[in-house]
T-cell receptor
Framework: DVKVTQSSRYLVKRTGEKVFLECVQDMDHENMFWYRQDPGLGLRLIYFSYDVKMKEKGDIPEGYSVSREKKERFSLILESASTNQTSMYLC??????????FGQGTRLTVV | DAKTTQPPSMDCAEGRAANLPCNHSTISGNEYVYWYRQIHSQGPQYIIHGLKNNETNEMASLIITEDRKSSTLILPHATLRDTAVYYC????????????FGQGTELSVKP
């Protein structure tokens, strides 16, 4: 079975903390994605990576950065967490062609 | 901005066919039509995709109009477990092919 694994299902962090969300895929996929999902706003793309060390901004990159040092791992970093970053975060991976596979999501609460 | 338009919600009787429409009038020649669905509290799940020919798999059928400006996802015998948000996405199959979600259609299958 193909697998995209997000490090935590639920996470609670304090305002101002540096937060790392980790995503690992075991399918040797080139493309990896980070989204956030909020009620009424759907899934919004934060960052996208199409190769190791390569990244592109999505629709809402402000307040976030990413790291892709190895092909299988794509990390989302909240440099200084704020309450408006409370959300469901979803990671996905895909080949350049074909379908994407999603993780189960990390529900982050910033207090 | 998403390049597709879908109705926000639809109902379907259990056991009947669910026909979900999608408009993608600005689709480019190298862009595929992808369908995903998201059941509550889970990551999105790939259903089917196509370029210009109709496609069928064990989950659904995809009908793409000849001009490729619209498509219909057909669930031939909807069950209660098909209740979900269905997303239609157009995506180029190349290295930089971002996966951008619109608002989707919330399908409710009723007994």
């Amino acid at each position: 079975d193909v697998k995209v694994t997000q490090s935590s299902r639920y996470l609670v962090k304090r305002t101002g903390e540096k937060v790392f969300l980790e995503c690992v895929q075991d399918m040797d996929h080139e493309n990896m994605f980070w989204y956030r999902q909020d009620p009424g706003l759907g899934l919004r793309l934060i960052y996208f990576s199409y190769d190791v060390k390569m990244k592109e901004k999505g629709d809402i990159p402000e307040g976030y950065s990413v790291s892709r040092e190895k092909k299988e791992r794509f990390s989302l970093i909240l440099e200084s967490a704020s309450t408006n970053q409370t959300s469901m975060y979803l990671c996905a991976s895909s080949l350049p062609y074909g379908e994407a596979f999603f993780g189960q999501g990390t529900r982050l609460t910033v207090v | 901005d998403a390049k597709t338009t879908q109705p926000p919600s639809m109902d379907c009787a259990e056991g009947r066919a669910a026909n979900l429409p999608c408009n993608h009038s600005t689709i480019s020649g190298n862009e595929y039509v992808y369908w995903y669905r998201q059941i509550h509290s889970q990551g999105p799940q790939y259903i089917i995709h196509g370029l210009k020919n109709n496609e069928t798999n064990e989950m659904a059928s995809l009908i793409i109009t000849e001009d490729r400006k619209s498509s219909t996802l057909i669930l031939p015998h909807a069950t209660l477990r098909d209740t979900a948000v269905y997303y239609c996405i157009v995506k180029g199959d190349n290295q930089g092919g971002k996966l951008i979600f619109g608002q989707g259609t919330e399908l409710s299958v009723k007994p």
